[in-house]
């Protein structure tokens, strides 16, 4: 699918931290891929301006969705001011509940601030049902005759997601309105690629000086799109034609720059006590949230080459709180405390901290993220990368991008004077052109439960079974259909085979999807008989094999005889399937991957 009957495409970056959108005219993308617009959000008495506004979402005390983003942070600080806040359902940074996930069930809830649940499916399609209809309104505001039929909309994920959880989010934008047919789903750090292809050079901080051709054919280099919540990884080399081919499968870990927010609380808690943090987060909404506010502007000014104080603003009721239950100032307290002696200050509503405290608030996820990139360039395929690619709203974070390019000097560090929105704009140009992607690698082996003939001499006799026409199979059997590492090519179905009922009334064939880490499984039930983990969750237990979801296939009629001939893809942003009967015409068939 690409914009060709589409007048416009429209890229929403559902964020964990923050989500924005843009879009662009195909007569506009024609002219500039960049050109797009985008939307300024406001927020709070203090006037922030943003490109992105917070990914929250607020709903009335009967359920009933209220406001999203800025608007909602804002108004629920202002009940929370009147004591009015207890029965209304505030989400923020839910995002991370389908990171590794891998059995996600459709009803599951998600936790409001007050400890109420509501169903995920709501919570993230008000959210993406609010950014598509605002946007919606400014397309028309340009077009007055355009109709919603007419716009492309492409949802955001990150490439090391499962299955399950784009799935989820295809269902969520389906939800909030959204036709099936008028939807796409971009890998972000391949949207944000896409981006870079098309910036001009002097657009790039470090593109400058000889030799800079990292989208010349051949060329190959390193995707490091860092998020509010995950950091996600693709390598990418250049084909003869431009278009792109992944040269190693997506990869990446939740070390995003909430991580650093983490930390900061973390060292508040250290500081004035677990329960006085937890009781101010409780009884004082308002700052609280201007407390994460200032800390998101202030934290973007911090640098490596900082060497005095940084004063950080800090409302006056954490203080208040604090005395309330220590019977004095957290400032008397911190000058008894030989931890902070002449490292931290507390002055009303001033925290002044040492550049060092300061700069190792992000010292534990810009660890792991350089951590995993030099075991990440030691693989065969990416060595030959010669450009790291930083891109994503925390790749604007100094420390973080000089950490990396302290680490790589004998690799070319650009990063995009539009970092922060590289990700939504480039999701634009996806829609355009999602062929300039040719060649993906599998994360996982793909297969199906299937039966075949039972060999004594190679089969467990516990995996015998005798069908009723006397056939004796073995079950349990992977039957693969992609190989992990395999680099598959997009557009083109990876597998195709004929499927036929087994009964007279049949009218629909149940295929069980598996996928696993071993290139060569073979049973969907095995063993692993190695306790080595790299880090995913749903893998870290004894199964050399997870069940990743159903497939389902229409048959329509009565009788034996009757069959499906079956077209798997691997190669998308999505699981897709298409089936035909004896007749040649389409049959539904669909992945079923969530509970």
């Known amino acids: 699918m690409a914009a060709d009957n589409h007048l416009i495409v429209a890229a929403i970056d559902f964020g964990t931290t923050f989500s924005g959108y843009a879009f662009s005219f195909l007569h506009e993308y024609k002219k500039d891929p960049t050109k797009c617009s985008t939307f300024t959000w406001s927020a709070g008495s203090g006037g922030l301006q ?5 990914s929250c979402v607020l709903f009335d005390k009967h359920g009933n969705f209220h406001s999203c983003g800025f608007t909602a942070e804002d108004k629920y600080s202002d009940l929370a001011l009147e004591d009015k806040h207890h029965d209304w359902l505030f989400f923020k ?3 991370m509940n389908l990171y590794k996930q891998i059995g996600i069930k459709r009803d599951f809830k998600l936790e409001a601030d007050n400890g109420k649940q509501m169903d995920a499916m709501k919570v993230f399609s008000k959210v993406i049902e609010h950014l598509k209809d605002h946007l919606v309104e400014k397309c028309k505001s340009q077009q007055t005759s355009l109709d919603v039929d007419d716009i492309l909309f492409v949802i955001t994920v990150p490439a090391i997601w499962t299955d399950p959880a784009k799935q989820f989010m295809r269902e969520a934008a389906e939800m909030a309105g959204i036709v099936e047919n008028n939807l796409m789903i971009a890998l972000e750090p391949e949207a944000a690629s896409l981006f870079c292809k098309h910036v001009p050079i002097e657009m790039m901080t470090g593109s400058s000086g000889k030799g800079f051709n990292a989208f010349s054919p051949g060329s190959a280099y390193i995707v490091l799109d860092a998020g509010g919540g995950t950091i ?3 390598v990418h080399q250049v084909q003869q034609n431009g278009t792109l081919k992944e040269i190693h499968k997506a990869n990446g870990g939740d070390w995003g720059g909430t991580k650093v927010d983490e930390a900061f609380t973390a060292l508040l808690e250290d ?20 407390l994460y506010r200032t800390f998101e502007v202030k934290k973007r000014t911090i640098t490596p080459d900082s060497d005095e104080k940084i004063t950080f603003k800090v409302p006056i009721s954490l203080n208040e709180t604090f005395m309330a239950a220590n019977k004095c ?8 405390n030989p931890k902070y002696k002449d490292q931290i200050n507390w002055l009303g509503d001033k925290l002044r901290m ?9 010292s534990n996820s810009v660890d792991q993220i350089v951590e995993h990139l030099k075991n990440l360039t030691q693989i065969p395929a990416v060595k030959k990368a010669k450009y790291i690619l930083m891109v994503g709203g925390y790749s604007e974070s100094p420390i973080l991008r000089d950490a990396v390019i302290a680490t790589f000097k004998n690799k070319k560090v650009i990063v995009p004077n539009e970092a922060g929105l590289s990700v939504l704009k480039g999701a634009v140009i996806f829609g355009h052109q999602p062929s300039t992607i040719r060649y993906r690698v599998s994360k996982y082996t793909y297969g199906i439960n299937s039966l075949i003939d039972f060999d004594e001499n190679e089969h467990d006799w516990s995996r015998r079974i005798e069908t009723s026409t006397g056939d004796v199979l073995c079950r349990g059997i992977f039957s693969k259909h992609v190989e992990i590492n395999q680099q598959i090519e997009v557009g083109i179905p990876q597998v195709e085979k ?10 629909k064939i149940t295929i069980q999807v598996y996928i696993s880490k071993d290139p060569d499984p073979m049973f969907v039930d095995e063993k692993r008989n190695d306790d ?5 969750d749903w893998f870290d237990k004894e199964e050399k094999c997870i069940h990743l979801g159903e497939l389902e296939v229409n048959i329509p009629g009565h009788g034996l005889g009757r069959s499906a001939t079956v077209a798997m893809t691997f190669s998308g942003t999505e699981l897709k399937v298409e089936a035909k009967n004896e007749d040649g015409e389409y049959t539904e068939a669909s992945f079923n991957l969530l509970e």
């Open 50 to 54: 943003s490109l992105k506004t917070s």
């Open 498 to 507: 004929k499927y036929s009922v087994m009964e007279p009334d049949q009218t």
């Open 354 to 362: 040492s550049a060092n405290i300061a700069k190792g608030l992000f």
């Open 329 to 336: 100032e957290i400032k008397y307290f911190l000058k008894r």
């Open 232 to 234: 996600d990884i693709t």
């Open 93 to 95: 940074r839910f995002k």
């Open 532 to 536: 080595s983990s790299d880090g995913e």
């Open 271 to 290: 500081i004035v006590g677990k329960k006085v943090m937890e009781k101010f987060c409780r009884d004082h909404k308002y700052d609280m949230l201007e």
